[in-house]
Nanobody, 124 residues
């Protein structure tokens, strides 16, 4: 089992920045695919970014966040980060960390482990 705890969400104005963290514990060894998803009220959970856990990082982004968001990892701290820059009101959502999927998978059903989510709200 892998436990994931997100933090770093909040309320910011459009154009602002946030840094989300996903701290992992438990049996992370062999869990190669890690990702961030988000879900806005009344909408389906959507892919944001993904990263491989070991070796040289391979990274994927949704087109809607490419150039604004950056995913990264710190293996020593068992933590995955999502830097959110140039935020827009349409980025408002609950952001979830996920693990256990095939590297780069963009379907939420392909991930085994999920955090509780952290709310990101962007005011215009």
């Amino acid at each position: 089992q892998v436990q994931l705890v997100e933090s770093g969400g909040g309320l910011v104005q459009a154009g602002g920045s946030l840094r989300l963290s996903c701290a992992a514990s438990g049996r992370t060894y062999g869990t190669t695919g890690w990702a961030w998803f988000r879900q806005a009220p009344g909408k389906e959970r959507e892919f944001v970014a993904a990263i491989t856990w070991s070796g040289a990082s391979t990274i994927w982004y949704a087109n809607s966040v490419k150039g604004r968001f950056t995913i990264s990892r710190d293996n020593a701290k068992n933590t995955v980060y999502l830097q959110l820059n140039s935020l827009k009101p349409e980025d408002t959502a609950v952001y979830y960390c996920a693990a256990g999927g095939r590297p780069g998978a963009q379907n939420p059903y392909q991930y085994d482990y999920w955090g509780q989510g952290t709310q990101v709200t962007i005011s215009s």
